[in-house]
């Protein structure tokens, strides 16, 4: 009665199998460039000014009117402003987000013994100004005396 299983001379005899093409993607078969990685990040050095003041407008647009000192409501409660921070190594720290450009450290006024935390929560529509910024509230007062 023949085996199921073929002998050793029957499978030198076959032929290999096809090997498929080599995807996009590295998988494994092809070798790796001597850097490491197929295209180096670059970093810019000197940012382009027109792209950097466009930038600037965008953060101040995702804070809104929440300085240092400012009180807003949310649907998720109220909050004091206690930090703006606007460097991004320090804001992706923080927020231990990658793309973070900035974040704010704001405390829950309505919960007594609320500890300071960082979010990276973009101004909305719904959220509403209690009590603006110190620098906002010195600056009316010194134009008003």
């Known amino acids: 009665m023949p ?15 096809p090997v498929r093409p080599a995807p996009h993607e590295r998988d494994g078969r092809q070798p790796s460039p001597a850097h490491g990685r ?13 792209i950097l003041e466009a930038l600037r407008r965008v953060i101040d647009q ?10 807003y409501t949310t649907t998720d409660g109220a909050f004091e402003v206690l930090a703006v921070i606007r460097d991004p190594e320090k804001a992706r720290a923080l927020l231990k987000r990658r793309c973070a ?6 405390k829950d006024v309505l919960r007594p013994g609320a500890e300071p935390v960082a979010i990276g929560s973009v101004w909305t529509d719904s ?13 009316r007062k010194a134009a008003a005396a």
């Open 3 to 17: 085996s199921i299983m073929s002998s050793p001379a029957v499978l030198a005899e076959r032929p290999p199998l």
């Open 101 to 106: 450009q900035w974040a704010l450290i704001v």
């Open 62 to 71: 995702q804070i809104g009117p929440r300085g240092a000192g400012a009180i």
């Open 127 to 139: 959220d509403r100004l209690v009590r603006e910024a110190d620098s906002v509230r010195a600056a």
């Open 38 to 50: 197929p295209h180096p990040q670059q970093h810019a050095t000197a940012g382009d000014p027109v």
